[in-house]
């Protein structure tokens, strides 16, 4: 049993080191509809990757994560997101392509990835038609396009990405010139959903 975790887990991560090809090119402005508005957070307490969530309406707009009962907190300080009570958070950097990786999962491989890389050129936002440009085989639906505090923006959407078995769900948003890419299978599509829900720049 142990050792058909551990296969699960390296197959996950070698679905992170791949996905960094999807964009070679840069994604260009477009047009966002669905506005999420996440807001600066005021919150001067020491960064750490896992606290307990705590309701506070006057620390920003962002609507809370319905499942989320922990909130992880990037080591740099730039953002946040809610998660599972019962799943794990961890991160890495990849020395190749010096793309970030955050891997939130539970002990039996349900979770989701976000893979952080900068940009090659600066961007605002990305929006669908970047998306299916950037990889012609992609077949999206299910699209949600959004802002983020005017500063940012990106795609909430469905995939058949084929390092989640041909059938996922995503959110990629770029913000100040990085670009975020969050997958997960298809059947763990409430997580990504409530990670958009949850997720806030510090």
């Keep these: 049993m142990k050792k058909a975790k551990t296969i699960i887990f390296i197959i996950i991560v070698f679905a992170v080191v791949a996905s960094i090809w999807y964009f070679t090119k840069p994604p260009t402005a477009g047009n966002m509809g669905l506005n999420l508005n996440f807001a ?4 001067e307490s020491p960064k750490s990757n896992e606290t307990e969530t705590k309701n506070d309406s006057s620390k920003t707009s962002a609507p809370s994560a319905v499942i989320g009962t922990n909130t992880y907190k990037d080591p740099a300080g730039r953002f946040s997101f809610a998660y599972p009570k019962g799943y794990s958070a961890s991160s890495f950097t990849t020395e ?5 990786t955050v891997l939130v999962q539970d002990k ?3 979770g989701f990835q976000i893979v952080i890389s900068k940009l090659a050129e600066p961007a605002d936002r990305l929006n669908v038609v970047d998306i299916e440009t950037a990889i012609p085989d992609i077949k999206i639906s ?6 983020i505090s005017g500063e940012g923006g990106g795609v909430l959407f469905s995939s058949n990405n084929e390092f989640f078995g041909g059938s996922a769900r995503e959110l990629w948003f770029v913000y100040k010139g990085v670009l975020y890419q969050a997958s997960a299978f298809a059947k763990n599509r409430d997580l990504i959903d409530n990670l958009a829900k949850s997720w806030r720049f510090e």
């Design 40 to 43: 600066t957070a005021t919150d």
């Design 108 to 110: 039996k491989a349900n």
């Design 96 to 100: 190749e392509t010096g793309a970030e």
């Design 142 to 147: 299910e699209a949600q396009e959004f802002s």
